[in-house]
């Protein structure tokens, strides 16, 4: 899922400066499950912003809603009457849905309440870790399911930098050494002999380094 | 009682196997605590959400009591830590908001503790009387002095 982390009132405060009914519009989706902008941290940001708003005699309104999902424009229709009726949008939804909504809404200003960070998984209660770098080319076959490209601070493909200690990445001694979890993982599975084949360098053409990336499924456009 | 205790509202969110009973011992006990607090029995202080303090600000509260049982005696094992942390995070709202985090504040007492219950009591609302009203009600609180002047 999508991983976001909450911008702090004052940052969010000075991007809203000078609009006077606020929405704070949330998202159902992946920012809910890493309780950045699901409904309760709607709730909790409306609230904050309604006391730094009387607190600071800033002079806003805050209003709120949580849609279902924010890049997707059947739900974004069920927001389009709470958006109309505000001067700006507050969306806690990932930059996704942040675009989206301002993609669909062309004269409403629209403003991210969040910073998204990475895609990843719940690691444990109140942890969230990075898994995929998302750069268009999978290469988990190779690793035993385990990403060197998001996973190895120095992006290895051909085996650990030898700098780790224990099991540890030197980079970050908090962090596990992602070539120590693959040697394991692919002895575990009994496939070390992958690890003798040499990874060519990466094509980073399918990365975001080329712009935008767009996939197209002809079976199924109108 | 001083005078200008009055001008300020705590809400204490009082746990019902500990803090709600010490209170009610404080009854029985004669024991006096100011009358500027405002209780509000939950069953756990686990059950209080992030959002129950900052619209308790909201709603004209100039401080926010949260009196659970001790830790490690919680009735639903962990709902006081749980409570803790809830109430740690709500704090850095405040600040960031403008309000001063020490408005809201958790305690921890047993039923059998009616006595430092009422102390806790009065050092919070002692505490909030010192910051004076919230921002959030002076307005409003101007008005009504205004009125009955």
């Known amino acids: 899922m999508i991983v976001a982390e909450r911008k702090t009132i004052p940052e969010i405060v000075d991007i809203i400066k000078g609009h006077k009914n606020i929405l704070v519009l949330g998202c159902g989706t992946c920012v809910t499950v890493c309780l950045a902008g699901g409904e309760r941290e709607v709730s909790i940001m409306a609230s904050a912003l309604r006391i730094a708003s009387r607190a600071q005699n800033l002079g806003f309104k805050v209003s709120e809603l949580t849609i279902e999902r924010q890049c997707d424009n059947i739900f974004i229709e069920q927001a389009a009457e709470a958006i109309e009726k505000a001067d700006a949008v507050l969306s806690l939804g990932c930059g996704a849905g942040v675009q989206a909504i301002a993609e669909r809404f062309a004269k409403k200003p629209v403003y991210a309440g969040l910073n998204t960070k990475f895609l990843g998984i719940l690691e444990e209660r109140g942890t969230w870790t990075e898994k995929c770098a998302q750069c268009g080319d999978c290469v988990l076959a190779d690793y035993g399911g385990i990403c060197p490209v998001t996973r190895c601070a120095k992006h290895l493909l051909n085996g650990p930098c030898g700098g780790s200690r224990e099991d540890r990445c030197e980079v970050n001694p908090n962090r596990a050494c992602a070539w120590q979890l693959i040697y394991k993982r692919l002895k575990d599975i009994g496939q070390l002999d992958r690890l003798e084949k040499i990874s060519m360098p990466k094509q980073w053409g399918t990365s975001l380094s080329g712009g935008p990336r767009v996939i197209i499924r002809e079976d199924h456009r109108i | ?149």
């Open chain 2, 1 to 149: 009682m001083n005078s200008n205790n009055k001008e300020i509202t705590v809400v204490a969110f009082c746990c019902l196997y500990c803090a709600y009973a010490a209170a009610d011992l404080a009854g029985s006990m004669r024991l006096q605590y100011p009358a500027n607090v405002r209780i509000v029995r939950t069953p756990c202080t686990g059950r209080l959400e992030v959002e129950f303090f900052l619209k308790a600000f909201e709603n004209g509260a100039d401080g926010v009591l949260v009196a659970g049982c001790e830790e490690g005696s919680c009735h639903f094992k962990e709902g006081n830590l749980v409570a803790k942390r809830r109430v740690n995070y709500a704090r850095k709202y405040l600040q960031e908001s403008g309000l001063e985090p020490e408005r809201l504040r958790m305690v921890n007492v047993s039923s059998a503790m009616a006595r430092q219950l009422t102390d806790h009591i009065k050092d919070m609302v002692e505490t909030v009387r010192k910051l004076g009203p919230s921002p959030l009600n002076k307005a409003k609180r101007q008005q009504q002095q205004e009125i009955k002047s």
